[in-house]
C-alpha cells in the first residue's frame, strides 16, 4: 500500500479548527483557508509542518489558481518533495526564505553504525530499563496519547497548529500508514513517538513524553528502535528540524537529532502575495519581513483583533 503522509486529505481535516481544507488541483497538495478576522478577507496557509504534494511542478499553477479570492499563501516544503523554485520565484509575489534543516537517517547504512557512540551507548542502556513496543492499532492508544501531548504543550506554551486539539491527535492516529512507538516504564507509557509515512519516507511527526522520560533516556531507546522497526517499510526516516531556526545553535533537541542522522535537507517558507493591493491595506500599520504574512504579526493582532 502507498501512503500518503502529509498530503493525505484526512491529514489537512484533522486541523479544520485553523481553517477550512482546500484541495489545490494541479500538485494535488492540501491546504487550509482562514478568515481575515474582521477584515472581510482571507488567506491560505499549509498545514503544520510541512505541505506535502504528489505533483511539485503543478504549484506554481495552484498559486496563480487562488490570486482571484485570497490574500496570501504561506507554506514550508518538504525537504524530499522536488521544488522547481526557479519556476515558483517567477511567479508574481512569490518568494522564497530558507527555513529548517531537517535531519534525516539513511536506513540503508547498518543500524550499529547509526548515532554517535555516546547516543548508541545511551540507548542501549536505557532500552534495559524501559519496554519498547510498537502499537498495532494506534488509535487504541489514543487517551494516553493525547494525554502524553499535552504535556509538551504545557511544557512549552505550544500555540496555534502545535497545539492540536484532542481531536485532531485522535484523528493524526488513525491516517493511514501511522507508526505509533512507545516506551512503557513498568506499567506506563513514558514516552511515544509518532511517525506518518509517505513513499519511501517515515517522518517523525510528534513526540509526547512524561516527565519520567527525560532521566529514563527514553528518547533515545526510541529512536534507535524506530531504526528497527521502520527500516524495512521505508529508506528513510525524517526527524524534523530543530528547536530554532539557525542550525549552529546547539540547543539540546538539535544536538540530539544531529547526533543520530546522517545527512540533512533544507526546506522552504514560501510566501506568496496573492492581492498586492489588499495585502498593503492590511499591513498599512508596519510590515516585518521576518514575519509573514505581516498582518498576522502579533502586535499587529493584539492591538487590532485582526487574527
Sequence with gaps: MSYLGYADPRYCASLREFGEPRHLAQSGGWVLV?????????????????????????????????????VSLVLVTDPFGEVDRDDLTRRPGVRLVPWKDHFVIDLEIAPERLGDENRRRNALKAARSVRLEEIDDPTSLADVWVRLYGNLVHRFGASGMHAPTSDALMAQLAIPGATLLVAYHGDEVVQAQLYLRAGDVAYLHLVGVTPEAYGLNAGAA???????RLRDRVSVLDLGGGAGLDPAVD??????????????LPTWLVCVVLDDGRYAELVATGSDPHFFPAYRRPDIVSAEGSR
Design 34 to 70: 482562514r478568515d481575515i478576522a474582521g477584515r472581510g478577507s482571507r488567506d491560505v496557509t499549509g498545514c503544520y509542518p510541512l505541505f506535502c504534494a504528489p505533483t511539485w511542478d503543478g504549484l506554481g499553477d495552484d498559486i496563480d489558481a487562488l490570486r482571484d479570492d485570497f
Design 251 to 264: 540547543d539540546g533537541l538539535t544536538a540530539f537529532k544531529r547526533a543520530w542522522s546522517t545527512s540533512t
Design 222 to 228: 526510541l529512536t534507535r528502535f524506530s531504526i528497527e
